[in-house]
DNA sequence: GCCTTAGGATAGAGCCACTATCCAACGGTG
DNA sequence: CACCGTTGGATAGTGGCTCTATCCTAAGGC
């Protein structure tokens, strides 16, 4: 198929596809001359891929390439999967090598919740992140971490059967990041609900 | 004192300090006379809140014009709580009044835990998240949301007492904003950590 | 009474994700 | 065999957002 019929099977604008082509997250099509390209079903998924990134996910255009360009390089899938997590829950923007009292910490939840003592960018991003709440006075005590993160780890725990069935890279990335931003906002709204209830509560018996 | 002073007191630039005036962000200083205005401690207080909303909370100019104005118009403090918790856990762009399959799930989760069963923001943003989840085709089972909500209410039991002491209303909406982003972003980590550790442990089982 | 400076208004910058325009080349159609 | 319409490719423009820089007028201090 060429430009016009790929807008159209994938709803997105042709300039919105070039732009994409441009961007590098979409592969050129084959060229047949100078100006003619095939593209394939490859390419509508590309697209249906891209587009839940942006809409669904809200991803921006480089995180989104380096996504497909990890895929298209053919690197290991689990290395994909931590990719993804790194993006979709903004491990990103974490600089490593934390030391100190947050990386003890971090290290204490490990061995309560006796998860594997492997480092890795979601172990970063909590040291750092303990770090940064310590810095604005926010500190998190053991308590609240202990409650944390077993709450986390229950969810962990059901969460991981997700991840299956993957027919193509894409459709592994696409499933992996929409249903890993979709589970995060889901316990995130539950937890506006609790809140708002506790808050309710207490404010009735109190008053 | 005047506009280079409250500047320099507070870090920000006169030229982004004239646009918060402008975005009615800051209230203007008492005017002198047509050129010179006296600001004061409650100046360089509502910057602070502006720029940790800003910065750290990654709130836009429109929400935080949101949060000062009832602030200002001296709304009572759980409606402007109210209001922090829709702005900073992204229960705005939600529309009300879903029904049908999500509602009836969310129901039986705050009957579940015995919440209060009063409407509110975060009610009707978790219906609308479930009814999202299952248009996707990522349906949250019985099993998933016990899980979750069982999560959410121990975070938040040991989280409320968190709100106490606000000397002022900045105060209190930049300590509620900035408690409640890290917090949850706190959980979001974790969760990834988590997630990560089931996975190793997955994958190291199984090979 | 003059010169520096504050305040206020307006326009511009820089980033992002598109979107519209322009142009040369080619293929189908008559 | 010639021509019109369309395609692909490059480039420039749009709109939203958050500032930032410039310009001008009016004062206060010396």
Chains 1, 2 share one sequence.
Do not use: C, F
């Amino acid at each position: 198929m060429q430009l016009n019929e790929l807008s159209d099977r994938s709803g997105i604008s042709p300039a919105s596809i070039k732009y994409y082509l441009r961007e590098g997250l979409l592969p050129a099509g084959e060229a047949i001359h100078a100006t003619r390209a095939e593209y394939s079903a490859r390419h509508v998924e590309r697209l249906e891929l891209i587009q839940a990134l942006r809409r669904i996910v809200g991803l921006n255009i480089g995180q989104i390439r380096l996504l497909v360009t990890m895929a298209d390089d053919g690197v290991p899938r689990l290395d994909l999967l931590a990719a993804v997590q790194r993006v979709v829950l903004s491990l990103e923007n974490y600089a490593t090598a934390i030391g100190g009292e947050p990386a003890a910490a971090t290290d204490a939840v490990v061995r309560l919740r006796g998860w594997p003592d492997a480092p890795s960018d979601a172990r970063n991003a909590l040291a750092a992140h303990l770090q940064l709440m310590a810095s604005l006075n926010i500190p998190a005590s053991a308590d609240v971490l202990k409650t944390y993160s077993r709450a986390a780890d229950d969810v962990a725990g059901i969460d991981i059967a997700a991840t299956t069935a993957p027919e193509s890279i894409d459709k592994l990335i696409l499933t992996a990041a929409v249903g890993m931003h979709m589970h995060s906002q889901l316990l995130l709204k539950l937890l506006a609900l609790a809140q708002a209830s506790h808050a309710i509560r207490r404010y009735q018996d109190g008053a």
